[in-house]
């Protein structure tokens, strides 16, 4: 499933011309950090983390050709950590030890610090051969979340035959490293305050889910910024349907993942066409039924409920 919906988000995403599991361990335990809230602009999702919270330092990554995982079939091992002016970039070093299958690498669900930051890095080796290749974490991305360092990142590697889909694949597992030498129990996560302008539809021992802003965008008509916590253990997915606004439908086409123990946030987009055939000129109301169920079990259902936010 998760192939098909990164499929369908990177056709929307082309198209809009976007600037802007397994089961594990729950990390409650770790320290937990309330960043500051951040002045709100145009796409903003207003209510994230105060600039002062940002990278200023250069940080010490001691991780060093460190292997994740190596089977008969394939190997993959973080070479290097390194902080270039506060973006991290990790270099990587692949294996593929079959004889006729070329293998696709790829990171998915990825947690820093207890929070979603997606570097939507996949990457094809051929039969037989290897390849060292990065990917990176950006520090406008780290300081949204208030993150000065990656002390943790948690992802599932999935390494499959990129040629059959449906055949099982060679990896499938979540792991965890620690590029600063902390321990577990160490690592601050970060949790976002509740900010006076909050609108809050649901908040349980399973999930939260916040608006936090909205506005007119840039390439959009219209944006809601939502604030998301998953705390159960499996990666959920949450989705918008049957939006209406003013009364009138009009279907963002929203769906986000969310990693297990982890919070994230995203905007629901409203495109300017949908606007103009619905002759919406001012927002009052969006009324929107909130579907979320675990993206491994379609028919799991953690919640479906109708609510309406009022800018």
């Known amino acids: 499933m998760k192939?098909?919906?990164?499929?369908?988000m990177l056709v929307v995403m082309c198209i809009s011309f976007s600037a802007c599991g397994s089961t594990i361990e729950s990390p409650n335990?770790?320290?937990?950090?309330?960043?500051?809230?951040?002045?709100?602009s145009e796409n903003s999702n207003s209510g994230k983390?105060?600039?002062?919270?940002?990278v200023k330092e250069t940080t010490e990554y001691t991780i060093k050709d460190y292997t994740v995982v190596e089977t008969d079939e394939c190997a993959f091992r973080i070479n290097d950590i390194t902080d270039k002016k506060g973006n991290v970039q990790v270099s990587v070093y692949l294996e593929n030890k079959t004889e006729d299958k070329?293998?696709?690498?790829?990171?998915?669900?990825?947690?820093?610090?207890?929070?979603?930051?997606?570097?939507?890095?996949?990457?094809?080796?051929?039969?037989?051969?290897?390849?060292?290749?990065?990917f990176t974490f950006s520090s406008s991305e780290l300081e949204t979340y208030g993150l000065t360092?990656?002390?943790?990142?948690?992802?599932?590697?999935?390494v499959y035959n990129y040629d059959d889909w449906l055949e099982d694949p060679v990896v499938k597992e979540v792991f965890s490293v620690y590029p600063t030498g902390k321990e577990a129990d160490q690592v601050v996560y970060v949790k976002?305050?509740?900010?006076?302008?909050?609108e809050i539809f649901v908040d349980n021992e399973e999930l939260k889910v916040s608006a936090i802003g909205s506005g007119k965008g840039t390439f959009w008509a219209y944006y809601v910024s939502l604030y998301f916590e998953n705390k159960t253990d499996e990666v959920l997915m949450f989705?918008?349907?049957?939006?209406?606004?003013?009364?009138?439908?009009?279907?963002?086409?929203?769906?986000?993942t969310v990693p297990a123990h982890s919070c994230k946030y995203a905007d629901v987009t409203f495109s300017t066409s949908a606007f103009e055939e619905n002759n919406i000129e001012t927002v009052e109301e969006v009324e929107f039924n909130l579907y979320v169920y675990d993206d491994e079990n379609w028919l799991s259902?953690?919640?479906s409920e109708t609510y309406s936010y009022t800018p």
């Open 239 to 256: 989705s918008w349907r049957d939006v209406s606004v003013n009364g009138y439908m009009c279907d963002p086409y929203f769906a986000t």
């Open 149 to 158: 360092s990656v002390d943790e990142l948690r992802f599932e590697l999935r």
């Open 192 to 198: 976002r305050e509740d900010q006076s302008d909050d």
């Open 29 to 40: 335990s770790a320290p937990v950090a309330d960043p500051k809230p951040s002045v709100s």
């Open 301 to 303: 259902d953690y919640l």
């Open 102 to 134: 070329t293998l696709m690498f790829a990171m998915e669900d990825c947690v820093v610090n207890g929070c979603a930051i997606d570097p939507f890095w996949a990457k094809t080796v051929a039969a037989g051969k290897k390849s060292n290749d990065s």
């Open 49 to 54: 983390t105060d600039s002062a919270t940002s």
């Open 3 to 8: 192939k098909v919906w990164a499929c369908l």
